[in-house]
T-cell receptor, first 114, second 114 residues
Framework: EPEVTQTPSHQVTQMGQEVILRCVPISNHLYFYWYRQILGQKVEFLVSFYNNEISEKSEIFDDQFSVERPDGSNFTLKIRSTKLEDSAMYFC????????????FGPGTRLTVT | AQSVTQPDIHITVSEGASLELRCNYSYGATPYLFWYVQSPGQGLQLLLKYFSGDTLVQGIKGFEAEFKRSQSSFNLRKPSVHWSDAAEYFCAVGARQAGTALIFGKGTTLSVSS
């Protein structure tokens, strides 16, 4: 069964460094998303992406964040200058079509900012 | 405001006993409702979803959920719990349109005792 994959599974970085989290959504899916889950808290929406444009973003998704689909398979989240509070599990998700709200999640990347 | 409430932070159930996890939501539009399960170190797996029609929906692993519009609830049930069901369970609500954010509850941790 097709799955969303994410790399790396764990990323450790120093405060102020740039990080790029990578995702390969399910093939032929059209919408892509990033969510984060700070330890012990609920899963929070960051951004959705469709047709090479941001479709919706939350107030968390400020100028420090950016997303890109650099090729036909990858979907990336970049954090330009990481802060301690960016430490979280980051989940990528994808949706098959334009009429379905169903989202399929990847296993997540745990980001630790020291 | 749009929100999902899972009133029980932690539930312990004996193996073989029945289970009900509660979920209440507040959402302005017609809601799409989801239950996801997260095992330790794993991503979010979709258990079941409700879009429309029959208010009792069946999911994977023997789970079911009932949508009650009058109570704004979408409770998850299982008749007989297995030790492998120990995990964290998240209720989520979203819009019919793809690309919109899912709003998650804080989750309920299920422990299964032998």
């Amino acid at each position: 069964e097709p799955e969303v994959t994410q790399t790396p599974s764990h990323q450790v970085t120093q405060m102020g460094q740039e990080v790029i989290l990578r995702c390969v959504p399910i093939s032929n899916h059209l919408y892509f998303y990033w969510y984060r889950q700070i330890l012990g808290q609920k899963v929070e929406f960051l951004v959705s992406f469709y047709n090479n444009e941001i479709s919706e973003k939350s107030e968390i998704f400020d100028d420090q964040f950016s997303v890109e689909r650099p090729d036909g398979s990858n979907f990336t989240l970049k954090i330009r200058s990481t802060k301690l509070e960016d430490s979280a599990m980051y989940f990528c998700a994808s949706t098959p079509g334009t009429t379905s709200g169903e989202q399929y999640f990847g296993p997540g990347t745990r980001l630790t900012v020291t | 405001a749009q929100s999902v409430t899972q009133p029980d932070i932690h539930i312990t159930v004996s193996e073989g006993a029945s289970l009900e996890l509660r979920c209440n939501y507040s959402y302005g539009a017609t809601p799409y409702l989801f239950w996801y399960v997260q095992s330790p170190g794993q991503g979010l797996q979709l258990l079941l979803k409700y879009f429309s029609g029959d208010t009792l929906v069946q999911g994977i692993k023997g789970f079911e959920a009932e949508f009650k519009r009058s109570q704004s609830s979408f409770n998850l049930r299982k008749p007989s719990v297995h030790w492998s069901d120990a995990a964290e369970y998240f209720c989520a609500v979203g819009a019919r349109q793809a690309g919109t954010a899912l709003i998650f509850g804080k989750g309920t941790t299920l422990s299964v005792s032998s």
